[in-house]
């Protein structure tokens, strides 16, 4: 048996279909493992080197392809045919133990019967430089991701993100913001003339005064209506237009949001759909090529097959001279075909009843772009005429088809700019000098429109345009702003959210580099260096990282305001500071570590135990001072405590004067001690005998130690300081003040006061 370990069980569906008995095809679901979800999982000291771990949800799966892969004779790694493909093979690979000598790599460009034969008759090894490259990305956005996320969160609020990549795509749906606000519209006028001359029809012609206001245009109106109408200048060409190059991965994104109102993320799931495989009656068949692509390139056999279905399909004429070829963009990959129909006789309308509507109209869409792709080009009449009226040269335009080539089955939906629209507009034959009719003559007011605001496909192209990302990442980075809420969508625009604002301003501030388009394009070159074997990706790294981690540490201290606020602790300034809470206060002393609310409250009463202010704390009770050196010390006071003049029985420390609170407490009646009703019932731990619980009343009062809670000592009866004479316990004060006694139950001394 030979096992062929694919991405998507929907793809190992297809070519299952198309292998012998021999195979078995099984999936692994994507990556089998990844840097760890909650740490950083790069060990910046040991050359950037990754820590994968195996996701926790592919562990079956794992065992799985395991127990297949120790009883198969050949294992063939075919995932998808890119850096993250090629990655999830040399992970796999690892993962799985493979043996290397019966361990082998194949790729195909689309999941045909011919494609995946010819993959496994030509074998190779996991290119490591495809795989370098894919680790250097993926390194390199886990640490920006992950040093600047905590960033946003200190200084902005929680849960914020922030990527690579993303962010700079965020800083372009800002900056348009922006300049959309900052718009100040010109006035500016249009003045339409209708003309005729001795041959039909009549037609219109422009004028644009621009800028210009409403007085401009009425003096300029009278001037018109009394000139004579010359034609100054006549252009005939015949213009053809070729046809538009077959579907890269961008351009497919941009028109079928043009065409059909798709998102990118939505486009990319049913290209994955029409790309893996559809169930059919005839079984799982895959309709279009590998949809990650910014290659036009087309391969000899599907063009043939293409120009064959032309010339039946439509005639001769409609097949090029020589076939269509496009020239490849300057930053192109060009490592795979265009997004194009695996089979041309498989037409929309063939499969349409196997096909929901997205995934028709899609499939529609790469299909008909495709076949228009190899025809031959779309022929116009195209006139131009100038007209003068007293100096003013007003402009008409006239286009019309003489040969549909291409468009025939794939309109252009390209806008003309211009605002005379010429698309189908015959213009009368005249000759240079000729004089005009004027039939009528209307201005109309306009105004400058600011740019608009991007739409998926108008943000794809900027990204493509701009070399920010990839192919394969388009989708993902518009998902991931929306799901963030740092854009929302008005209609079909995207419109960043306050936050987006914040974001942007704090990361350029910082990180002007990072947020730097033509920064983000250079990695990209970078990476692409890698892959071809030119560069070291932990070099890459290593490069980037340390001033990138010196403006890390800037931006984190950058703002720290030092006050006229004395540390209670050791008497230093103490710093203000911004957490992801908010504002706080810090030591400004690096020997100490003494933090605190900006608007926490420090009294003037000094820990008898540690010298230091204590601090003003709430608790169940109310408030209390405490020691601001916790857990150090725990002394603890009454926020307005009263001392008496008379020293505690037990320590000699002096009595406090309280007031209780209701509740229940311990209480050892041989030596006065109270506890916490939290502390054992039983045995007291100073004398012995046994406590009992009791119960206080709210407000009454009550003499306790000054040193609680070393020293637990309290009486309900205010001690006089005095001992018993009979049998030395302390004498207590009677509740009228006219008599002392002894506070031990079994004694009987009294003595009323003189």
Not at 89 to 97: A, D, G, N, P, R
Not at 153 to 160: S, V, Y
């Amino acid at each position: 048996m030979q096992l062929i370990i694919v991405e998507s069980p929907s793809k190992a569906k297809t070519i299952e279909k198309y292998l012998g008995g021999k195979y078995k095809v099984d999936a692994s679901g994507g990556h089998v493992r990844d840097l760890p979800e909650k740490r950083i999982g790069v060990n910046i000291s040991k050359n950037f080197e990754a820590t994968y771990e195996i996701s926790p949800d592919k562990k079956e799966v794992i065992k799985r392809l395991a127990a297949k892969a120790m009883k198969a004779e050949k294992i063939y790694l075919a995932t998808d045919p890119d850096r993250e493909g090629e990655a999830i093979s040399w992970h796999l690979s690892e993962v799985l133990k493979l043996d290397k000598e019966k361990t082998q790599r194949i790729e195909f460009n689309e999941i045909s019967e011919a494609a995946v034969k010819h993959a496994l008759e030509n074998p190779r090894d996991i290119n490591m430089n495809l795989v370098d490259s894919q680790q250097a990305r993926r390194v390199l956005d886990r640490l920006v991701g992950y040093k600047l996320s905590p960033l946003l969160c200190k200084r902005i609020k929680p849960n914020l993100s922030a990527g690579r990549v993303q962010s700079v795509v965020l800083r372009l749906i800002v900056d348009r913001e922006r300049e959309i606000n900052a718009f100040v519209p010109q006035e500016y006028w249009n003045f339409y003339a209708s003309l005729s001359s001795t041959n039909p029809p009549a037609f219109k012609a422009m004028f644009q005064l621009k800028p210009a206001a409403r007085a401009d245009a009425d003096k300029l109106l009278e001037e018109l209506n009394g000139a004579d109408y010359i034609v100054k200048d006549i252009k005939k060409t015949i213009v053809s237009q070729h046809a538009l190059p077959p579907f890269t991965t961008s351009m497919l994104q941009q028109d079928a949001s043009n065409k059909l109102g798709m998102s990118s993320p939505q486009v990319m799931r049913i290209a994955q759909d029409l790309y893996e495989g559809i169930e059919t009656p005839e079984g799982h068949i895959a309709l279009v090529t590998y949809i990650r692509t910014d290659s036009t390139r087309v391969a000899k056999a599907a063009q043939d097959h293409a120009l064959e279905y032309i010339r039946e399909k439509f005639g001769a004429k409609y097949v090029p001279a020589k076939p269509n070829v496009y020239k490849a963009k300057k930053n192109s990959q060009d490592a795979h075909e265009a997004i194009r129909p695996i089979d041309v006789k498989r037409t929309p309308e063939s499969v349409k009843k196997l096909l929901d509507k997205n995934h028709y109209n899609l499939y529609k869409l790469i299909y008909e772009r495709f076949i228009a792709s190899q025809m031959s080009e779309a022929v116009y009449n195209s006139v131009h005429i100038d007209v003068d009226a007293n100096g003013h040269v007003f402009k008409a335009n006239g286009r019309t088809l003489l040969f549909d080539g291409f468009t025939a089955i794939y309109a252009d939906n390209r806008k003309d700019d211009s605002e005379l629209s010429s698309e189908g507009i015959i213009l009368p034959d005249l000759t240079v000098g000729e004089k005009l009719n004027l039939l009528s003559l209307s201005p109309e007011q306009k105004f400058t429109k600011p740019p608009l605001r991007y739409t998926d496909a108008s943000l794809v192209k900027a990204m493509e345009d701009k070399g920010i990302g990839r192919p394969s990442t388009y989708a993902s980075i518009i998902s991931v702003l929306s799901k963030r809420k740092y854009t929302v969508k008005d209609s079909k625009y995207i419109v960043p959210t306050e936050v987006a604002y914040q974001i942007t301003d704090m990361l350029t501030k910082y990180f002007e580099d990072i947020m730097d388009v033509s920064f983000t394009a250079k990695m990209e070159d970078k990476l692409d260096e890698i892959e071809e074997g030119g560069k070291d990706w932990h070099k890459l790294i290593a490069d980037f990282y340390p001033p990138f981690s010196e403006k890390l540490s800037f931006a984190s201290r950058d703002g720290d305001e030092v006050t006229d606020i004395l540390c209670e602790r050791c008497g230093k300034p103490m710093i203000r500071k911004t957490g992801r809470y908010g504002k706080f206060l810090k030591c400004s002393n690096p020997e100490c570590d003494n933090i605190r609310s900006e608007n926490q409250e420090v009294s003037d009463v000094k820990c008898d135990k540690c010298g230091v202010n204590m601090i003003v704390k709430t608790g169940k009770y109310g408030k209390f001072l405490a020691c601001p050196n916790y857990p150090k010390c725990s002394n603890i006071k009454p926020l307005d405590e009263e001392l008496s003049d008379v020293k505690c029985d037990k320590c000699g420390k002096l009595l406090s004067i309280k007031k209780g609170k209701y509740g229940k407490y311990l209480y050892c009646s041989e030596c006065k001690t109270s506890k916490s009703i939290t502390e054992k019932a039983g045995i007291c731990p100073d004398c012995g005998n046994p406590t009992q619980k009791m119960t206080s009343k709210s407000g009454k009062v009550f003499y306790g130690c000054s040193n609680y809670p070393e020293c637990r000592f309290m009486s309900w009866d205010m001690p006089t300081g005095e001992k018993c004479p009979k049998c030395g316990n302390y004498i207590v004060m009677s509740k009228d003040g006219k008599s002392v006694r002894c506070s031990a139950k079994d004694c009987d001394y009294t003595q009323k006061n003189a």
